[in-house]
């Protein structure tokens, strides 16, 4: 069967070979054996790049599903060159490919992640990082696991919070209204309640330190709910990056 692919990791085999670790909308996380790829003129060479996006030919046994697969063909559809030459673009494009791989083995996700992360690739191609970028894309990408917080309502009383939430009680799986908080202390500082409340209503115009509050707070629902989200080592990459550009 053929399939397409984005390259999450790959890593050394043996002198001449990869192994890839890559995410395909039809299967989910595959993982690649990729014989002599690391010769000069491999024509697997460039596909199986990490963050390439490519068509792989693969023989595809259900019952050995987690197995190592043995392409037989890798072909090359976008490099994404212009967003490599940009440190940000690249550092961004590194932690959201390092997420899915620590997400991954969901297959049922599988189509809409892959969807997600390659209209992000694109977008990173031809743009810019935007300061809101990763906000929402990690907001998107907790919708399609399903489990994006409710910010807009009240988790008891499902009443509209109009002046942002008084606190989030992840129990209730998201935003709580003053009411139903009463006398209780909010554990979130209230700036930060009204910066989320304004992005739950689809405010693009919140000032950097809001976003990366906002990107923080969602990097955690995600460790919080996925729970195989410690160590990324891309996220302080990112942050690094960041640094250099000021
Ligand atoms: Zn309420």
Not at 88 to 103: H, T, Y
Not at 104 to 122: I, Y
Not at 130 to 143: A, H, I, R
Request: proline share 3%.
């Amino acid at each position: 069967m053929k399939t397409q692919i984005i390259v999450l990791h790959r890593y050394a085999y043996s002198d001449s070979s990869w192994i890839v670790k890559a995410l395909s909308p039809d299967l989910g996380i595959l993982s690649l054996l990729v014989k002599g790829a690391k010769a000069k003129n491999s024509p697997f060479r460039a596909g199986i790049d990490p963050l390439a996006y490519s068509e792989i030919e693969i023989r595809y046994n259900k019952h050995k599903a987690s197995s190592l697969i043995i392409p037989k063909e890798v072909c090359l559809r976008n490099y994404f060159p212009k967003m490599r030459s940009n440190l940000q673009n690249l550092a961004l494009a590194q932690f959201m490919a390092e997420i899915m791989l620590k997400l991954g083995r969901d297959e049922s996700h599988a189509a809409a992640e892959f969807k997600w992360l390659l209209n992000n690739l694109e977008y990173l191609e031809l743009h810019s990082v935007k300061e809101n970028s990763l906000s929402l894309w990690l907001q998107k990408l907790c919708d399609i696991l399903g489990y994006a917080p409710m910010l807009s309502k009240c988790g008891q009383c499902e009443r509209e919070l109009l002046h942002g939430p008084a606190d989030l009680w992840p129990a209730l799986g998201g935003a709580i209204c003053s009411d139903c908080l009463g006398a209780r202390e909010s554990s979130y500082d209230s700036l930060f309640l009204q910066e989320l409340g304004s992005f739950a209503k689809g405010k693009n115009d919140l000032q950097q330190g809001s976003w990366q509050r906002i990107e923080s707070f969602f990097v955690g629902h995600l460790r919080a709910h996925a729970g195989t989200l410690e160590n990324l080592r891309s996220w302080d990459w990112v942050l690094e990056t960041r640094r250099l550009a000021c």
